[in-house]
């Protein structure tokens, strides 16, 4: 794969593909779903409730998150999730550096028809579901964004992404099992819609950053848990 300086990456967009027998995300997630053996685009079956967008506070915090964070093959997936970081994602960056501050927690999303991965706030815009960049959040500005999908995802049950910050121009971060793609989320604002696909998108999304892009310093923290965004709460190192 091709190499991109930091501000290539910060620049735009970019859609990478891996090796699925190697990183086997799909399995993981199978056995963290009781061993599910459909499609993962139908996932939501496991839920018995209606499914329909719900507030910022509450998005991961449903169904499909307990299971997840609380399945005994959480360890697998995080052994996993980080030797694909060092192995695949930290060789992307042109850079000297080998030291790299990483979400600690890949944040895991589901959206399932009907709903949307991320809640609404009530100053949404209008069919702009969670309409945010992650600068409103409190993130370190040095943080690179990445996706990957688990599922597949295209048009309304993908992510919307500003091509630049403040351009006001979106693409639908369309991408298949075995993509990912990376922008600079920070500032560029992204947004779901109502899933009207009728499938499920799985994904999981994380934030990279060089070890020099990192300010040690920095005091503020995540608004919904207050987590602090340096080493050894919101990031750990990893090194190549």
């Known amino acids: 794969m091709r190499r991109l300086t930091y501000d290539e990456l910060k620049g735009g967009q970019y859609i990478f593909s891996y090796d699925i027998v ?5 399995g993981i997630i199978k056995k963290i779903f009781n061993h599910w053996d459909g499609p993962l685009s139908s996932i939501h079956i496991h839920s018995e409730r209606t499914i329909q967008p719900i507030e910022r506070s509450l998005d991961t915090q449903t169904i499909f998150h307990r299971k997840f ?16 970081v060092r192995e695949v994602v930290l060789p992307l960056f042109d850079s000297t550096e080998s030291k790299f501050v990483v979400q600690k927690d890949a944040a895991f999303r589901v959206n399932p ?12 815009p209008d ?6 960049c992650d600068g409103d959040y409190n993130h370190q500005a040095g943080e690179i964004n990445f996706i990957l999908t688990l599922s597949g995802q295209s048009g309304n ?13 979106y693409n639908a971060a369309d991408i298949n099992y075995g993509q990912f793609i990376s922008f600079y989320g920070n500032k560029c604002r992204h947004y779901n819609k109502v ?5 499920s ?12 892009k990192y300010d040690p310093t920095y005091s503020l923290k995540s608004v919904t848990k207050e987590k602090r965004f340096v080493i050894g709460d919101y990031y750990t190192v990893i090194t190549l």
């Open 22 to 26: 190697k990183y086997d995300f799909e």
């Open 69 to 84: 964070y609380d399945s005994p093959h959480y360890d697998e997936f995080i052994e996993l999730y980080y030797r694909f």
């Open 113 to 124: 028809p009907n709903g949307s991965a991320l809640g609404f706030r009530s100053n949404d």
């Open 127 to 132: 069919g702009k579901i969670g309409f945010h």
């Open 157 to 169: 049950n993908s992510c919307y992404i500003e091509t630049s910050p403040g351009s006001n121009d």
């Open 195 to 199: 899933n009207d696909t009728g499938m």
């Open 201 to 212: 998108r799985l994904s999981i999304d994380f934030r990279v950053m060089p070890m020099s």
